[in-house]
């Protein structure tokens, strides 16, 4: 990879303290996004992805129970080594995220022209509510928004799902970060608003070049948008590869299972496989791990 | 234009509202045992003169047209006069009402500005030290009720400690002119800032007395409904775009959750009215409370019914008041029926 790294994090490994005992719940991963790189972390409910997406925002870290440790590099810098007001520096200016349900996700009760405004003052503190609006309705625009005054003085719960995932796309966007974490973006939405708002948010980020991890409990989502997919089982990075190796040939046994699911929509999931493969629950904490490695596994 | 229409249908329902406790607390008066006339004339006056008395209280028509000659005055502003006091019960009415709500609104006031901002704290520090204290203090203050706090104010602030006046609403050597009744305005536009002290001074014990339960209720509530916002996807939002905590509490957390906050606390405001009875009693609040047990003793018919309507009126008004600072706040209710 010749392109600068945005994210590298390596040997990352997450914890939980409670009452009962700590539970390990990511065990190792290795993982890396270059400049302008669309990079999925695709597996099951469960397996890791989104608080990987959170230690890389930097709140996992604040969570009291949570016990992380590894190299995380953004951009060069060290993560691991930050404060906690250094962490929260970089969020809303050089890390943003998209969630699952735009709608809640969105503050109810101020208008979402206010919203951007106090998304745009992350940047510029003093910018005013008219250079702001401006802004606002360029990026909406931008995402296919006609009437973007009309949602701009509007409320989350006054405009349609798909209307606030725009928004809330154009708002993750609007400070032009280097990264944008995209956890489940749209799932509560119907298929179609869902594809017609990530090619949006395609269409963005291409614009923009900003790298991207975009989290998915389904390899199908990811097909038309990544560069690279990374699978995640119980906490192992269990395969990764370029978006079409994965698709053409997957090695892994999960991989494989997760492929099978694709054309059922919804319901059914991922059939189970074998528990006790030794290949899951030995942590992976080589870099190169190669395929071979993996072929033992039982599922095979 | 929408927001008065509203208002205006609220004031009516209240009308409504305000005919039937006035039928209830008419025919209920009436009703209980003991002949008013003989009350207040004494054992020692003669039948005749009873029945003088009656005759012109009407209290030999049947119900329906004592009910009707009431509501009759009523329209003229008439609610008869005191058997009492011997004046019109409007005349008593205003002396006390003022007293009372100067009492309820300051004690309001505080349940706001003390129980809020408490609340919001203990949230934001869940499972610290500043909410274990917050939250032990808010079920102490919930777990009695207001007179227990006003004999226990008293004891501590008043006996031991003198720190405020035990009883009175100012000064007895302050000779303030009477405007509005409430004394906090009346000193101030005497241009008497000596007055207005001492006023407050009197007011802050039984007023504190008053809204400590009140205090506790607005905090708990608070904390439960912050804490309940602290869990929703708005709120991750925020911190994902690097919001300080200060914000995300204030924006985020606690401006969301203020809303049923306020609604309820609505509702404990205008309890405060029943509960200022014993705490006028206690501190010798010259208020409406007072009045109104004196009146109920003496079986005095146009008091009673005057008494009661004057606290349904300010609890309804209370109400409509308290709707209208929650719709403000809520956008979702003010744009569902403001109209577009
Ligand atoms: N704050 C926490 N305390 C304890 N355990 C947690 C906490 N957050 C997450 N976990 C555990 O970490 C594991 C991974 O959770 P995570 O939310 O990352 O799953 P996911 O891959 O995003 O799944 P989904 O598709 O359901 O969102 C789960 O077993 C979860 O129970
Ligand atoms: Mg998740």
Do not use: C
């Not at chain 1, 503050?107 to 106090?118: C, Q, S």
């Not at chain 1, 719960?157 to 154009?170: D, E």
């Not at chain 2, 028509?61 to 000659?69: A, H, K, N, S």
């Amino acid at each position: 990879m010749s392109a600068p790294l945005t994210l590298e994090i390596q040997d990352l490994r997450l914890s939980f303290k409670s009452w009962s005992g700590t539970t390990e719940v990511l065990h190792g991963i290795d993982l890396s996004v270059a400049s302008g790189e669309r990079v999925a972390l695709v597996g099951e409910s469960g397996s890791g992805k989104s608080v990987t997406s959170r230690i890389v925002l930097g709140t996992m870290q604040d969570v009291r129970s949570a016990r992380v440790s590894g190299r995380i590099n953004f951009d060069g810098r060290d993560l691991s080594s930050m404060t906690v007001a250094e962490r929260r520096a970089l969020r809303g200016r050089d890390i943003s995220m998209i969630f699952q349900d735009p709608t809640s996700a969105l503050n109810p009760v101020f208008r979402i022209g206010a919203l951007f405004h106090e998304v745009l003052q992350r940047r510029d503190r003093r910018i005013t509510k008219a250079e702001a609006r401006r802004r606002a309705v360029k990026l909406l625009q931008e995402v296919s928004i006609e009437d973007a005054d009309r949602v701009l003085d509007s409320y989350s719960f006054q405009l349609s799902g798909g209307m606030n995932q725009r928004v809330m796309i154009a708002m993750a966007l609007i400070n032009e970060p280097r990264l944008l974490l995209a956890d489940e973006p749209g799932t509560a939405l119907d298929v179609t608003v869902q594809a017609q708002s990530l090619e949006l948010m395609r269409n963005m980020v291409d614009r923009l070049g900003t790298s991207v991890l975009f989290i998915s409990h389904n390899l199908g989502v990811v097909r038309e948008f990544a560069d690279r997919i990374y699978v995640i089982y119980r906490g192992n990075i269990v395969e990764r590869g370029p978006t079409a190796s994965i698709f053409d040939s997957p090695k892994h046994p999960y991989t494989k299972a997760l492929l099978s699911a694709i054309p059922r929509l919804t319901g059914g999931g991922v059939p189970e496989i074998e528990e006790h493969s030794p290949a899951f629950s030995d942590p992976l904490v080589t870099h190169n791990m190669t395929h071979d490695n993996m072929t033992h596994g039982s599922g095979r | 234009m929408t927001i008065f229409r509203r208002l205006l249908l609220r004031l009516g329902t209240s009308l409504i509202v305000l005919i039937g406790v006035s039928m209830l607390i008419f025919s209920i008066a009436r009703v209980i045992p003991g002949d008013p006339a003989r009350i207040a004339l004494g054992p020692r006056a003669t039948i005749e003169q009873v029945e003088q008395m009656r005759e012109a209280l009407h209290l030999n028509e049947p119900l329906v047209v004592q009910y009707g000659l009431f509501m009759r005055d009523l329209a003229k502003g008439d609610l008869g006069i005191s058997l009492y006091s011997k004046r019109p019960v409007m005349t008593d009415l205003a002396e006390y009402l003022p007293a009372t709500l100067e009492l309820v609104l300051l004690a309001g006031l505080m349940m706001v500005v003390f129980g809020l901002p408490l609340g919001a704290l203990s949230a934001r520090y869940r499972g610290r030290w500043p909410d274990h204290l917050i939250r032990v203090f808010s079920l102490l203050t919930v777990s009695a009720p207001a007179f227990v706090w006003a004999v226990a104010l008293v004891l501590v602030f008043a006996y031991f400690l003198p720190l405020f006046p035990i009883t009175g609403r100012i000064a007895d050597t302050l000779d303030i002119p009477r405007l509005t009744g409430f004394m906090l305005i009346d000193t101030l536009a005497a241009g008497r800032l000596d007055g207005f002290v001492s006023a407050l001074h009197h007011l802050i014990l039984p007023a504190f007395a008053l809204a400590l339960s009140g205090i506790g209720q607005a905090s708990r509530l608070t904390r439960g409904n912050m804490i309940v916002t602290y869990e929703q996807p708005s709120i991750e939002m925020a911190q994902a775009y690097g919001f300080s905590e200060a914000r995300i509490a204030r924006r985020y957390a606690f401006k969301p959750s203020l809303i049923p906050s306020l609604t309820i606390i609505g509702l404990d405001f205008a309890a405060l009215l029943g509960n200022a009875f014993l705490v006028e009693i206690i501190f010798a609040w010259p208020g409406l409370s007072r009045y109104g047990v004196g009146v109920i003793l003496q079986k005095d018919l146009n008091a009673i019914v005057g008494t009661v309507l004057i606290i349904s009126a300010t609890f309804l008004i209370a109400n409509i008041i308290v709707d209208f600072l929650v719709s403000v706040i809520n956008p979702r209710i003010r744009l569902s029926e403001g109209g577009k």
